[in-house]
């Protein structure tokens, strides 16, 4: 989407225009949900709160000064959101795998090997600390940068990266406990 696109939803929606806010959510509400699932492990957990995320940033999108791109905050109160549910509530086990994509070219074994690795990897994300388990999903699952993240979570890049760099060595140890390495 353009950015100049989204700046005029963001301001027709500050203003009150249901049209400009409806385009909004259509734009972000799956990516968000996504995002929201990866965090909760569970698909009714994500969709309350994927709503209540949008409930919120629509209440207060005159706050929204702009310093960040849209998204940007928007995944910062998505990640706050979901940080104090976790801490309410731990996520709930599941096992489906945070990454697998299908090639129907790879055969049967090595198909159900990607599989069974994706699983043990989303068991093991699952496991750490509720921060660097946000900072791991935003780099690697959606793709922030360093500069987004640290907005998202309102610390310095330095702080991300060694979240970032203590969590995939967390992941590590764990991975190897469990002989997957």
Known sequence: ????????????????D?????????????????????MTRNVEDARD??????????????GFRGDSGFRTWLYRVATNHALNFLKRRPPAASD?????????AL????????RDMAS???????????????????RVQEGLTYAEIARVLDCSVGN?????????????EILKNEAIL
């Not at 055969?107 to 990607?114: G, H, K, M, P, T």
């Not at 991300?160 to 590590?172: E, I, P, T």
């Open 120 to 138: 043990h990897v989303t068991r093991a994300v699952q496991a750490l600390p509720r921060r660097q388990k946000a900072v791991v999903v935003l």
């Open 1 to 16: 989407m353009e950015q100049n696109q989204e700046k005029e939803w963001v301001a027709r929606a500050r203003r009150g």
């Open 49 to 62: 709160l994927t709503q209540e995320v949008f409930i919120k940033v629509f209440r207060k999108i005159s």
């Open 160 to 172: 991300c990266k060694a979240a970032y760099h203590n969590a995939v060595k967390r992941l590590r």
């Open 96 to 104: 489906v795998p945070l990454t697998y994509l299908s090639d129907p």
């Open 18 to 38: 249901r049209g400009a806010v409806a385009c909004l959510v259509d734009r972000y509400e799956r990516e968000i949900f996504t995002y929201l699932f990866r």
């Open 107 to 114: 055969s049967a074994a090595v198909a159900l090997e990607r």
